[in-house]
RNA sequence: GUGGGUAUGGCGCAGGUGGUUAGCGCGCCAGAUUGUGGCUCUGGAGGCCGUGGGUUCGAGUCCCACUAUCCACCCCA
């Protein structure tokens, strides 16, 4: 047998119904928000977010599914959604626009790492980029949209942590500040932390080893490095966010994974799993060939969404029962009942009819399962009189119809 | 990439120390006097016990490998 791809699902029905009642929050607020959809192509040249997310990413460098296709070029699955906006926004001059130019976008995406628990190697992420602007109101901005996405959508126990990384220079400052500090205790360290302090110090700060805690505890944070720029900036947010009546905490620890991040970064937690991660991106559209451009955006993964939605209020259960089953008896009643179900349908009742040939308890045991509200039977009797006994299958009770009327009875009734 | 748990009909599970035709619940299909469902009863279909090796007279049951899945680390949405 044929099994699926690891890290990949089927949703089903009722899971569907979830999904778009979700997306359709996402789009909703999007459309109060004035953030219009940008559908980008899955696949994108690899180059593109080898300089985009950044060389030495774990996303770049073991996490792409990258292949060559018949023209020799290397072509990427996105494993994020910035790099290929990004792309477009340069690639159609879209800086000509009235700025900032707002998006947002839901698509799969896909990164091939090992599974666990919220991790899937496709899974589905929602994101807001807003470019053409430096100024600390459009990190604010960003983040009040996640913010009211997750308060429409009910989500208990989220919380917003923020952190300023700085711009490139401060950034630069930090790190080698960092790594005096973690230089002078190494030996103190965990056997991972020495691995990070070459690759990458920012990392040894969000250890879970309780000894290099302890340690870190007194390291310098990057929030005293920034220069005044920097510093103003982040106050500004802050200052904004409180006056949007946003509730956040800075965690000076919060280290994102893409290189691309500047400045803010911040992320929605709800039971210790990263629901929502974004920031600030000044750098990414000249990085990416474009004119220097402010830019802040943030992703949302949908299945970690559903995860905890379900986690907090109950399985989904499903919901398509039919307004009426259309049964049948004999050869000409059978026939009669295709036509009339049609008939209905397109009226806009939803209704089903036996297309297996079953017999009447058949039938009716199939309405039942369906949760057709009304069910009626059509053999030679119904055919000669032009009336039907429509049942309503939760009291049992019958009326009678004529058969010409059904379309009208029942929209009056399902109605 | 690392560590641990799991892998039996559609779903959820049983199957002490290896031994004749692998069970149960739910679901599915069909009947219970002839054209009407939900309850009950009866019957039926459906599994080469994740895959491939090995040990053995004989393995779902023991050993190895692989794959998938779950959880955790790394990292992230």
């Not at 359709?24 to 953030?35: E, H, P």
């Not at 990458?200 to 005293?224: F, M, Q, T, Y």
């Not at 939803?350 to 057709?372: F, H, L, P």
Request: hydrophobic share 35%.
């Amino acid at each position: 047998m044929i099994q699926l791809v690891k890290g990949t699902k089927d949703i089903f029905a009722a899971e569907v119904n979830a999904w778009q009642e979700i997306e359709k929050k996402m789009r909703d607020i999007c459309q109060t928000f004035g953030i219009g959809e940008i559908r980008t192509p899955i696949i994108e040249f690899t180059e593109l977010f080898v300089r985009g997310v950044g060389e030495t990413t774990d996303i770049v460098q073991k996490e792409m599914y990258t292949f060559t296709d018949d023209g020799d070029r290397s072509l990427t699955l996105r494993p994020e959604g910035t790099a290929g906006v990004a792309r477009a926004y340069i690639e159609h001059g879209m800086h000509n626009q009235a700025q900032p130019t707002k998006l947002y976008y839901i698509s799969p995406t896909f990164r091939c790492e090992n599974t666990q628990a919220g991790r899937q190697r496709q899974f589905h992420q929602f994101g807001v980029e807003m470019l053409g602007s430096y100024s600390p109101a459009q990190d604010a901005e960003a983040i009040s949209v996640a913010a009211a996405l997750l308060e429409e959508m009910g989500i208990e126990g989220v919380e917003l942590r923020m952190n300023s990384l700085g711009c490139p220079e401060c950034r630069s400052r930090y790190n080698k500040t960092l790594r005096e500090f973690i230089g002078q205790n190494l030996d103190k360290l965990c056997p991972t932390c020495k691995e990070r302090f070459d690759k990458n110090p920012l990392r040894v700060l969000d250890c879970k080893e309780e000894h290099c805690k302890g340690i870190i505890e007194n390291a310098p944070s990057v929030l005293e490095c920034l220069d005044g720029e920097c510093r103003e900036h982040f106050q500004k947010v802050q200052d904004i966010l409180t006056q949007m009546g946003i509730a956040f905490t800075i965690d000076p620890k919060i280290v994102r994974g893409l290189d691309y991040y500047t400045r803010t970064v911040f992320e929605f937690v709800s039971d210790g799993l990263t629901v929502c991660g974004g920031g600030r991106y000044d750098n990414l559209i000249e990085e990416c060939g474009g004119k220097p451009t402010g830019a802040v955006g943030f992703g949302l993964g949908i299945e970690r969404l559903v995860m905890i939605l379900e986690k907090q209020k109950g399985e989904i259960s499903e919901t398509s029962a039919r307004d009426v089953f259309v049964g049948s008896m004999g050869e000409k009643g059978f026939l009669k009942a295709q036509g009339l179900t049609l008939g209905l349908r397109k009226a806009g009742i939803s209704a089903d009819c036996d297309t297996v040939e079953r017999s009447v308890k058949a039938q009716m045991k199939y309405a039942n399962k369906i949760g057709a509200k009304y069910s009626l039977v059509i053999g030679d009797s119904e055919l000669e009189n032009g009336t039907v006994e429509l049942k309503e299958m939760e009291t049992g009770e019958k009326t009678t119809v004529v058969i010409a009327e059904l379309p009208f009875v029942l929209a009056e009734k399902c109605r």
